[in-house]
């Protein structure tokens, strides 16, 4: 039965803070199988202008062979809701790289939701997202890491960072550890802030403008989430996406 057959509703874990009001269907999962020491690399972006005026879901269940590499970077600055869902599992030796930027004001949810299954041993995995949100937007983050019992050696990281820019906007981060083996490396952080004023001070009394330093300082913000991308124009065109929808609200 299709994916699109049944909607899901708040109780499903991986929906519980999503728009669920807007969906009208839910696409069927884009499958790609990565054979042994092969790389793969998705830049995936929903903003204003591209694609449809509602809600946009692009949903990848990839599965990495021994070895192989798979880099998923996306942004979402869209207009109305927006999701990215990616499940990789990982075979032995494999690595699964993910950088995500959320950006927006409005009414608006925005939203990776990630499951990573550690499958066997010596796998790594890396997810950097960063949410930067203002009027009623909303950004989440769900990501699920999964290591199974004698997938050993595994190391497996998730970092998520909230910018609210405004009262009223809001993230969420739900990170999620199952870990049954037992030599394992796994870590994950999650914070939500506002800009720091202690940085505006210094760039103010070095002549750099109130505007300037909000927007330099908000820039190297989002930037963690590209750091892994080397792909220099890529990198470059992603964060341009989602600086342009900053600016136009800066």
């Known amino acids: 039965m299709s994916d699109a057959a049944t909607l899901p509703t708040r109780k499903d874990e ?3 803070y ?3 009001e807007r969906l009208v269907a839910v ?3 884009r499958e790609i199988a990565l054979a042994p020491g092969e790389t793969l690399r998705e830049c995936l972006t929903i903003v204003d202008g591209e694609g ?3 809600t946009e879901i692009h949903r990848l269940r990839v599965s990495v062979g021994e070895g192989a590499r798979c880099e998923i970077f996306g942004v979402i600055a869209s207009r109305d809701y927006a999701r990215i869902e990616v499940e990789a599992t990982l075979a032995r030796g494999a690595h699964f790289e993910m950088g995500g930027i959320t950006v927006g004001g409005r009414d608006t949810t925005r939203e990776f939701v990630t499951r990573v299954i550690h499958a066997e041993p010596e796998a790594t995995s890396n997810q950097t997202v960063r949410s930067v949100h203002w009027g009623q937007g909303t ?6 890491i999964d290591v199974v019992r004698h997938a050993q050696k595994t190391d497996a ?3 998520f960072k909230g910018l ?3 009262k009223g906007a809001s993230v969420n981060a739900v990170p999620q550890l199952e870990i049954f083996a037992d030599d394992v ?3 994950h952080g999650a914070t939500v802030g506002q800009l720091d004023e202690m940085a505006r001070y210094y760039m103010a009394a070095r002549g750099i403008d109130p505007d300037t330093s909000r927007r330099l300082l908000v820039q190297a913000f989002l930037g963690d989430a590209l750091v892994a991308l080397d792909d220099e124009q890529a990198r470059e065109r992603l964060m341009r996406q989602a600086l342009d929808k900053l600016e136009r609200h800066l």
Do not use: I, Y
């Open 139 to 144: 950004g989440n983050f769900l990501g699920s």
């Open 27 to 29: 696409p069927d999962w």
């Open 164 to 166: 609210l820019l405004e």
């Open 157 to 159: 990281a998730q970092d």
């Open 52 to 54: 449809t005026d509602g």
């Open 185 to 187: 490396k796994c870590a």
């Open 18 to 20: 999503a728009a669920v």
């Open 14 to 16: 991986a929906w519980r």
